[in-house]
């Protein structure tokens, strides 16, 4: 050891500081905002004076320096010593002593220091000298000086020091050679390395016994705070490292550098080293960051380390980003850590160097790292390119084994017509059907299931058959016999597959060994089947669409099959469409409750659905299938006029209510009653109209008892419609279906009441017709009478007409396309109050049926109550005499207040408005934060290119209805058990 002065040498000292206020060198303790002390109470600390070497110089030049290991201590933690005393030099210098002192949340520092060259011999010890240089590593690393672990340590010697190392003592590794000592530092990427030279060998093994001891100490203690934060870990887990699965979520209110925006990105550290960093999200001050921008990492927690450090997580700005700039920090304690579960942390962001607030939050999240989170992120992109090519799979459509020229798929036997059907048979001539004989084997049970989707409502099988009456798609080809390539794509929530191509056929048949059976899990009970038929073209070239349906769920009951045929149609949006062929499904529902129906129609859906495919070929098939040839949200000149003649279509209204009217008012028969009819609605109206005159405080209950007659009544017009397919089930059904849980099989034949159906149609089609007739009639009459105004106020005939002759409608999209949205939406929102009216939107509108009937009922027993309480409340409660004691106690004093008071008053309400604005904001932003991680996770796994699925609130202008052609009858069970147990395939979701 090199000693202090030539005739005496200084020995390992351990030791208790104790600060004396009255002190010459005492100096004032750093305090934070709430007045405590920042510093650190070193509760021990061993020096020694050595001389030291850099291993990796050839002159290996040693020179004096002063080692020191410090027990630190979180001053709100208290001493829990027995006093504050000075131990004696040599005394209780024991280095066994340390266990003893050594709690939870201590900290042991590794000190190196070097003397100061330009320093005297003795000197005084000023704050800025212990402070560490450019070359010096902070304690934590990331933490300022005003943390309690990070005060410089201070050498009371009489001489001049300089920090050259201040590092926790898990960084440090010791190797022992003799009277030497290797000192390693592990500071992050950077490694250092010191030669300590002992006096003796003795020397420095006690030195590295020290250091040991001292080590597996601290890994104890922190092993046991481990285990008491998380009960759930086993001793031999705790002493061994533990891996977290971090994830960056967002951040809010983020402080703009460039002019009112900022490039947000996040770097993460852990003990000086800097451990992740995501992507930048640009021009963003609530930024969201997802899989695709780095927001999760693993992190591995050293039990050694659990008090040596704390993670910080440092929000940048990408394009002002200097040395020591941030948007601010937050520290996420150790603690925290450990006890995480997966739940939203949300962090304050600080300037921890300054102790001063920053402007905005950080989110995160963390949990205990399973086997399958570290595999997911060490093979993320393997699994991405798997699973897209998996998804691929079932979105593209394919060909199967199929022979590619039409005359290979075609022979004749005896002048009798064979197509080449099946796969490989060990029988050849088996694989050849007749017409008769495809139209038969179509349709057996299929024999490949593709399993999608992900839902806890019920199952939705889906095996489509055959189309019929498909056009020519491929007119004009060189290839004898080449016509079109059918293929059948489903969308359905989130999920979307296709069938297996059939060539060159207008009338294409899906064969049970082909991909044609599909099995959606079903989340919400209004969501529609998109139904579309393309033709295949290879190459880059887009499918060539053909037609689409969509098909409502709600009116499908449990534990019934459906043969289902449906007219396609090139759009289902706008007027004008037209008809291109038809479509047979098999479709049969596996509801898991009824009653579950009713009561999942009153949950909001969060967000849309939405579609992510890996190319623009199949992202544009896919639109068609959901939205049609017309996208109604895009401008366009057909779909402008075609919303505003859809608009005007609902004048016809006017007559619908003539009709009503002089039904109920003129007492015509209408509700058939053995062999009359009874003037139902006529009754009713006069009972309401008897009990608003006669019992006026009843008025209310009449008035919500009308909602529920209104209700009833279109019902009932609605199921004057005689195909089963078209109307709704009846109002007593429905009741039945929601108090019982249970729904009663369909039993529809095919062709039923089909002539009836006609008759019903063309007479609603005439009549149709004689209402355009009338408001084309009306709207010229009004016409001529404002042209005959406009002539009369005219100076002259030949001025009004050439006024009238200029007169040009100008096309630009500027002054249309904002008209065109506004259309759109009056457009959806008729709609939309058209489907409940007529029972197409079924559990809505028994909702609101039931909740007038229910609210009509309550009313004459509670109405007159409510009104009279509510009349006492507003009377004695705003002009009775307590309000004198309001002017006292409240507005008097409030008006005797200083004006800085006032002001402190309006910064607390201001505050308080701000919490709670704040509530609403985190409720909106974790659902907007789960939506975009989700989309961000179906944009890596499934493709960049998006599809967003209509919602209920957006409905079509065009129900999809079977034809007459269709039939429905009860499922038996081995056909059940036969279609849930056949062999499938799963495909994954995008959930």
Same mark, same amino acid.
């Given at each position: 050891?090199?000693?202090?002065?030539?005739?005496?040498?200084?020995?390992?000292?351990?030791?208790?500081?104790?600060?004396?206020?009255?002190?010459?060198?005492?100096?004032?303790?750093?305090?934070?905002?709430?007045?405590?002390?920042?510093? /650190?109470?070193?509760?021990?600390?061993?020096?020694?004076?050595?001389?030291?070497?850099?291993?990796?110089?050839?002159?290996?030049?040693?020179?004096?320096?002063?080692?020191?290991?410090?027990?630190?201590?979180?001053?709100?933690?208290?001493?829990n010593l027995s006093g504050y005393r000075d131990l004696e030099m040599g005394v209780k210098g024991s280095t066994s002593d340390w266990s003893e002192n050594?709690?939870?949340?201590?900290?042991?520092?590794?000190?190196?220091?070097?003397?100061?060259?330009?320093?005297?011999?003795?000197?005084?010890?000023?704050?800025?000298?212990?402070?560490?240089?450019?070359?010096?590593?902070?304690?934590?690393?990331?933490?300022?000086?005003?943390?309690?672990?990070?005060?410089?340590?201070?050498?009371?010697?009489?001489?001049?020091?300089?920090?050259?190392?201040?590092?926790?003592?898990?960084?440090?590794?010791?190797?022992?050679?003799?009277?030497?000592? &290797?000192?390693?530092?592990?500071?992050?990427?950077?490694?250092?390395?010191?030669?300590?030279?002992?006096?003796?060998?003795?020397?420095?093994?006690?030195?590295?016994?020290?250091?040991?001891?001292?080590?597996?100490?601290?890994?104890?203690?922190?092993?046991?705070?481990?285990?008491?934060?998380?009960?759930?870990?086993?001793?031999?887990?705790?002493?061994?490292?533990?891996?977290?699965?971090?994830?960056?979520?967002?951040?809010?209110?983020?402080?703009?550098?460039?002019?009112?925006?900022?490039?947000?990105?996040?770097?993460?550290?852990?003990?000086?080293?800097?451990?992740?960093?995501?992507?930048?999200?640009?021009?963003?001050?609530?930024?969201?960051?997802?899989?695709?921008?780095?927001?999760?990492?693993?992190?591995?927690?050293?039990?050694?380390?659990?008090?040596?450090?704390?993670?910080?997580?440092?929000?940048?700005?990408?394009?002002?980003?200097?040395?020591?700039?941030?948007?601010?920090?937050?520290?996420?304690?150790?603690?925290?850590?450990?006890?995480?579960?997966?739940?939203?942390?949300?962090?304050?962001?600080?300037?921890?160097?300054?102790?001063?607030?920053?402007?905005?939050?950080?989110?995160?999240?963390?949990?205990?790292?399973?086997?399958?989170?570290?595999?997911?992120?060490?093979?993320?992109?393997?699994?991405?390119?798997?699973?897209?090519?998996?998804?691929?799979?079932?979105?593209?459509?394919?060909?199967?084994?199929?022979?590619?020229?039409?005359?290979?798929?075609?022979?004749?036997?005896?002048?009798?017509?064979?197509?080449?059907?099946?796969?490989?048979?060990?029988?050849?001539?088996?694989?050849?059907?007749?017409?008769?004989?495809?139209?038969?084997?179509?349709?057996?049970?299929?024999? &490949?299931?593709?399993?999608?989707?992900?839902?806890?409502?019920?199952?939705?099988?889906?095996?489509?058959?055959?189309?019929?009456?498909?056009?020519?798609?491929?007119?004009?080809?060189?290839?004898?016999?080449?016509?079109?390539?059918?293929?059948?794509?489903?969308?359905?929530?989130?999920?979307?597959?296709?069938?297996?191509?059939?060539?060159?056929?207008?009338?294409?048949?899906?064969?049970p060994w082909t991909r044609r059976a599909f099995k959606f899990h079903i989340s919400k009970s209004t969501s529609p089947l998109y139904v579309g038929v393309?033709?295949?073209?290879?190459?880059?070239?887009?499918?060539?669409?053909?037609?689409?349906?969509?098909?409502?769920?709600?009116?499908?009951?449990?534990?019934?099959?459906?043969?289902?045929?449906?007219?396609?149609?090139?759009?289902?949006?706008?007027?004008?469409?037209?008809?291109?062929?038809?479509?047979?499904?098999?479709?049969?529902?596996?509801?898991?409750?009824?009653?579950?129906?009713?009561?999942?129609?009153?949950?909001?859906?969060?967000?849309?659905?939405?579609?992510?495919?890996?190319?623009?070929?199949?992202?544009?098939?896919?639109?068609?299938?959901?939205?049609?040839?017309?996208?109604?949200?895009?401008?366009?000149?057909?779909?402008?006029?075609? &919303?505003?003649?859809?608009?005007?279509?609902?004048?016809?209204?006017?007559?619908?209510?003539?009709?009503?009217?002089?039904?109920?008012?003129?007492?015509?028969?209408?509700?058939?009653?053995?062999?009359?009819?009874?003037?139902?609605?006529?009754?009713?109206?006069?009972?309401?109209?008897?009990?608003?005159?006669?019992?006026?405080?009843?008025?209310?209950?009449?008035?919500?008892?009308?909602?529920?007659?209104?209700?009833?009544?279109?019902?009932?017009?609605?199921?004057?419609?005689?195909?089963?397919?078209?109307?709704? /089930?009846?109002?007593?059904?429905?009741?039945?279906?929601?108090?019982?849980?249970?729904?009663? /099989?369909?039993?529809?034949?095919?062709h039923e009441s089909k002539e009836a159906d006609s008759v019903y149609m063309n007479s609603y089609e005439s009549r149709r017709e004689g209402y355009e007739?009338?408001?084309?009639?009306?709207?010229?009459?009004?016409?001529?009478?404002?042209?005959?105004?406009?002539?009369?106020?005219?100076?002259?005939?030949?001025?009004?007409?050439?006024?009238?002759?200029?007169?040009?409608?100008?096309?630009?999209?500027?002054?249309?396309?904002?008209?065109?949205?506004?259309?759109?939406?009056?457009?959806?929102?008729?709609?939309?109050?058209?489907?409940?009216?007529?029972?197409?939107?079924?559990?809505?509108?028994?909702?609101?049926?039931?909740?007038?009937?229910?609210?009509?009922?309550?009313?004459?027993?509670?109405?007159?109550?409510?009104? &009279?309480?509510?009349?006492?409340?507003?009377?004695?409660?705003?002009?009775?005499?307590?309000?004198?004691?309001?002017?006292?106690?409240?507005?008097?004093?409030?008006?005797?207040?200083?004006?800085?008071?006032?002001?402190?008053?309006?910064?607390?309400?201001?505050?308080?408005?701000?919490?709670?604005?704040?509530?609403?904001?985190?409720?909106?932003?974790?659902?907007?934060?789960?939506?975009?991680?989700?989309?961000?996770?179906?944009?890596?796994?499934?493709?960049?290119?998006?599809?967003?699925?209509?919602?209920?609130?957006?409905?079509?202008?065009?129900?999809?209805?079977?034809?007459?052609?269709?039939?429905?009858?009860?499922?038996?069970?081995?056909?059940?058990?036969?279609?849930?147990?056949?062999?499938?395939?799963?495909?994954?979701?995008?959930?």
């Open positions: 050891m090199v000693p202090k002065t030539p005739d005496k040498k200084l020995p390992p000292v351990t030791w208790v500081k104790t600060p004396e206020k009255n002190s010459p060198n005492h100096a004032e303790t750093p305090k934070n905002n709430q007045g405590n002390s920042t510093f /650190p109470v070193i509760v021990c600390a061993n020096e020694w004076l050595l001389e030291k070497s850099n291993p990796s110089s050839i002159l290996r030049k040693r020179t004096k320096c002063r080692v020191m290991i410090e027990l630190r201590r979180n001053p709100r933690q208290g001493l050594i709690e939870r949340g201590d900290v042991v520092v590794f000190n190196l220091f070097k003397r100061n060259p330009s320093s005297q011999e003795f000197g005084v010890v000023d704050a800025a000298s212990s402070s560490s240089d450019d070359d010096s590593v902070s304690t934590i690393g990331f933490r300022a000086v005003d943390d309690y672990r990070t005060a410089p340590p201070e050498v009371n010697d009489g001489s001049q020091w300089q920090t050259k190392l201040s590092v926790p003592l898990s960084k440090v590794n010791l190797k022992l050679d003799k009277s030497k000592c &290797l000192a390693e530092f592990s500071l992050g990427k950077q490694k250092k390395s010191v030669q300590l030279h002992f006096s003796n060998e003795e020397e420095s093994r006690s030195f590295l016994s020290f250091v040991k001891s001292l080590k597996s100490t601290l890994v104890e203690v922190a092993s046991r705070a481990i285990e008491a934060d998380r009960n759930s870990m086993s001793p031999s887990v705790v002493s061994s490292p533990i891996k977290f699965l971090v994830e960056i979520i967002s951040a809010t209110d983020l402080k703009p550098v460039n002019r009112s925006t900022s490039d947000p990105y996040v770097v993460v550290k852990y003990g000086g080293e800097k451990i992740h960093t995501t992507s930048v999200i640009y021009k963003k001050l609530d930024p969201i960051w997802t899989i695709g921008t780095n927001s999760l990492f693993v992190f591995t927690l050293n039990p050694g380390d659990y008090y040596a450090h704390e993670m910080m997580f440092e929000v940048r700005d990408k394009e002002t980003f200097v040395a020591g700039s941030t948007l601010g920090q937050a520290v996420l304690p150790n603690q925290r850590i450990v006890k995480s579960r997966g739940e939203r942390i949300e962090l304050k962001l600080k300037h921890l160097q300054q102790n001063k607030d920053a402007q905005g939050f950080l989110a995160v999240r963390c949990r205990r790292a399973k086997a399958s989170d570290i595999d997911f992120i060490e093979n993320f992109d393997k699994k991405k390119a798997t699973s897209r090519k998996s998804f691929e799979d079932f979105v593209t459509p394919s060909f199967g084994k199929q022979r590619a020229l039409p005359v290979m798929r075609k022979k004749f036997v005896n002048g009798i017509k064979y197509h080449f059907a099946r796969p490989a048979q060990e029988n050849r001539d088996s694989q050849w059907l007749t017409s008769e004989e495809i139209d038969r084997v179509s349709l057996e049970e299929s024999q &490949l299931w593709t399993e999608v989707g992900e839902g806890d409502l019920g199952k939705l099988y889906v095996e489509v058959i055959r189309c019929d009456k498909l056009p020519d798609m491929d007119k004009g080809s060189l290839i004898p016999g080449d016509t079109t390539d059918a293929f059948v794509t489903c969308v359905f929530e989130d999920a979307v597959v296709t069938t297996d191509i059939v060539k060159d056929c207008t009338k294409p048949r899906f064969m393309f033709d295949h073209d290879i190459g880059p070239s887009l499918h060539d669409p053909i037609g689409r349906i969509a098909i409502p769920l709600n009116k499908f009951v449990s534990g019934t099959i459906m043969n289902l045929t449906y007219d396609i149609f090139d759009s289902h949006q706008v007027g004008n469409r037209r008809k291109q062929g038809s479509i047979t499904l098999r479709i049969s529902v596996e509801w898991f409750s009824q009653r579950k129906l009713y009561f999942e129609s009153l949950q909001q859906q969060d967000w849309k659905n939405s579609v992510h495919l890996n190319s623009k070929k199949n992202r544009k098939h896919v639109e068609f299938t959901v939205k049609g040839h017309t996208d109604i949200e895009k401008y366009d000149l057909k779909t402008f006029f075609s &919303l505003l003649n859809e608009i005007l279509e609902y004048q016809n209204i006017y007559f619908d209510i003539i009709d009503a009217l002089k039904t109920v008012l003129l007492w015509r028969g209408h509700y058939h009653v053995y062999c009359f009819y009874l003037p139902l609605h006529s009754i009713i109206l006069l009972i309401f109209a008897m009990i608003i005159t006669e019992f006026p405080e009843y008025s209310m209950s009449v008035f919500f008892a009308s909602i529920a007659w209104f209700m009833l009544a279109c019902l009932d017009n609605q199921r004057q419609r005689p195909s089963s397919w078209a109307k709704p /089930p009846s109002y007593p059904t429905m009741l039945a279906q929601f108090v019982t849980n249970r729904a009663r /099989p369909m039993v529809i034949e095919k007739a009338a408001t084309e009639e009306f709207w010229d009459d009004f016409n001529k009478e404002g042209e005959i105004m406009e002539e009369m106020k005219a100076q002259s005939t030949q001025i009004f007409k050439k006024r009238n002759q200029g007169v040009r409608l100008k096309l630009f999209q500027g002054l249309l396309y904002p008209i065109q949205k506004i259309l759109l939406q009056i457009c959806i929102k008729l709609r939309f109050i058209s489907k409940i009216v007529s029972w197409d939107q079924l559990y809505i509108s028994f909702w609101i049926t039931t909740s007038a009937t229910v609210l009509s009922i309550v009313s004459i027993f509670l109405w007159d109550d409510f009104v &009279l309480w509510s009349k006492r409340v507003i009377l004695y409660g705003l002009f009775g005499p307590h309000m004198k004691l309001l002017d006292i106690f409240y507005f008097k004093r409030l008006d005797a207040l200083t004006d800085e008071e006032k002001t402190e008053i309006q910064k607390e309400r201001s505050r308080r408005k701000r919490n709670r604005y704040r509530k609403t904001f985190l409720q909106v932003q974790k659902k907007k934060e789960d939506r975009v991680k989700e989309e961000a996770v179906k944009k890596m796994l499934f493709g960049p290119e998006i599809v967003v699925i209509p919602d209920l609130f957006t409905p079509e202008k065009y129900e999809s209805v079977p034809n007459h052609e269709s039939s429905a009858y009860p499922l038996k069970p081995q056909s059940g058990g036969s279609q849930l147990n056949s062999n499938r395939f799963s495909v994954m979701d995008q959930r």
